[in-house]
């Protein structure tokens, strides 16, 4: 069975700081794939990465970077520089990769509450 | 805007009725997914439809429903409510049957009373 865990239920932070997101996954497939989505307080759920199990090659896009580590099953997620904007419920989650019996089915973490105050 | 939509937005209804949750997926995409968020259960899959087809089931009640048809929108039915059926409903699209990003939609809120 697939397993998510976000052990951070929420963080707070002052503009401008760093903050990393932790992300442990469970799996017994040897391939899948790992997300993140952004929940703001608007309510809908914002695509943000999706990353393969073959590649772990860290990503940046702008302020946001990417952590992967087969050997820790881990994949956190840091915002640098944070800003107001960036106060959101994070949420990571897991699918199979081709061949597996749950499809695109994602199995998501409880999801980390990040407030970043002016 | 992630190009799927869901109606009605939200939805107030009283135990013991039925309701009907739909979902436009965006252009392009067959798969389509729904998904149920409430506090104590956090985001939880509940069904996937691939090109009209039903592929993948999670924890979903048997009061529950969902269809995709031939133009690839979705229908999620849920019936004899009860109170602890009120959630939030997301539908989801991606493009193939497998481990794509989806693109949620905006969310029905249902409120059972």
């Known amino acids: 069975a697939q397993k998510v865990t976000q052990a951070q239920t929420e963080i707070s932070v002052v503009e401008k700081e760093d903050v990393t997101l932790d992300c442990v996954y469970e799996?017994?497939?040897?391939?899948?794939?790992l997300f993140w989505y952004k929940q703001p307080p608007s309510g809908e759920l914002v695509f943000l990465i999706r990353r393969n199990s073959f590649d772990e090659q860290n990503e940046i896009s702008g302020r946001y970077s990417w952590n992967f580590q087969k050997s820790t099953s881990s994949f956190n997620f840091t915002i640098t520089a944070s800003q107001v904007v960036d106060s959101a419920v994070y949420f990571c989650?897991?699918?199979?990769?081709?061949?597996?019996?749950?499809?695109?089915?994602?199995?998501f973490g409880q999801g980390t509450i990040l407030t970043v105050h002016p | 805007d992630s190009g799927v939509t869901q109606t009605p937005k939200h939805l107030i209804t009283a135990t013991g009725q039925r309701v009907t949750l739909r979902c436009s997926p965006r252009?392009?995409?067959?798969?389509v997914y729904w998904y149920q968020q409430s506090l104590d259960q956090g985001l939880q899959f509940l069904i996937q439809y691939y090109n009209g087809e039903e592929r993948a089931k999670g924890n979903i009640l048997e009061r529950f429903s969902a269809q995709q048809f031939p133009d690839l929108h979705s229908e999620l039915n849920l019936s004899s409510l009860e109170l602890g059926d009120s959630a939030l409903y997301f539908c989801?699209?991606?493009?193939?049957?497998?481990?794509?990003?989806?693109?949620f939609g905006p969310g029905t809120r249902l409120t059972v009373t």
């Open positions: 989801a699209s991606s493009v193939g049957v497998y481990s794509h990003e989806q693109y």
């Open positions: 252009s392009g995409d067959l798969s």
């Open positions: 799996t017994r497939d040897t391939t899948y794939y």
């Open positions: 989650a897991l699918s199979e990769a081709w061949g597996g019996t749950s499809y695109g089915k994602l199995t």
